[in-house]
Every structure is written in structure tokens, then in C-alpha cells.
């Protein structure tokens, strides 16, 4: 019983992150994208490597979550489709944008 209820925590744990990461607001998109990137590590064989200038700080949040959810889901694609064993995640901030190049090998 107490395993099934540690289990049950952990799986909501899990789904509350991918509705929507705390972090996102509280460290940023940057830091929000490589802990992403550490945990596609640890789960898969794949190497994940996340580059980025100095993340600019009054994104409104909905594009932060926009930008954090398409970065998600390039990964996810990546994961399910292309056998691939590396991705690369660029981020740049300007002044009136953000630029996001994710690519796999």
C-alpha cells in the first residue's frame, strides 16, 4: 500500500511538472529547459545539450510557457521519431524576441 501511494505521488508529481513547471516562473525559461534536459537524460539514451545567452527577465509568462512547451514537444518528437542519440537545444533572447533552434543528430 505505501509503495502504491509513493508511486501515485510521484506519477502526479510528474504530471503537475508537465502542465506546467513551477520553475518557470520562480528561475526562468533557461534553467526550466535544462532541468527538461536532464530529466530526457536520465529517462533515454540520448544526450541533451541546451545553449543560451543571458535569458532576458520581463518575458510575460504565457511566452515563456508558450516557448517552454514548444521546446517539450520538439523533444518529444525527437524522442518518439528519430532515433536519435543527441539534441540541441539553442535558445537566444533579444530584445524583442526569443529564438529557439532545437535539432537532433
Known sequence: MSNTLKMTIND???IIYNLKPMTLDDLG???TVQRFANR???????EV???????????L???R???FRIIQEACNNVIKHA???LISIDITYEKSNISVNVKDD
Not at 530526457?40 to 540520448?46: K, Q
Not at 545539450?49 to 518575458?59: G, H, L, P, Q, Y
Open 12 to 14: 502526479m508529481r510528474g
Open 29 to 31: 525559461l533557461t534553467i
Open 40 to 46: 530526457i537524460m536520465n529517462l533515454s539514451n540520448i
Open 49 to 59: 545539450r541546451v545553449t543560451a545567452n543571458e535569458e532576458i527577465k520581463d518575458i
Open 61 to 63: 509568462p504565457v511566452i
Open 65 to 67: 510557457l508558450t516557448t
Open 83 to 85: 532515433n536519435a542519440s
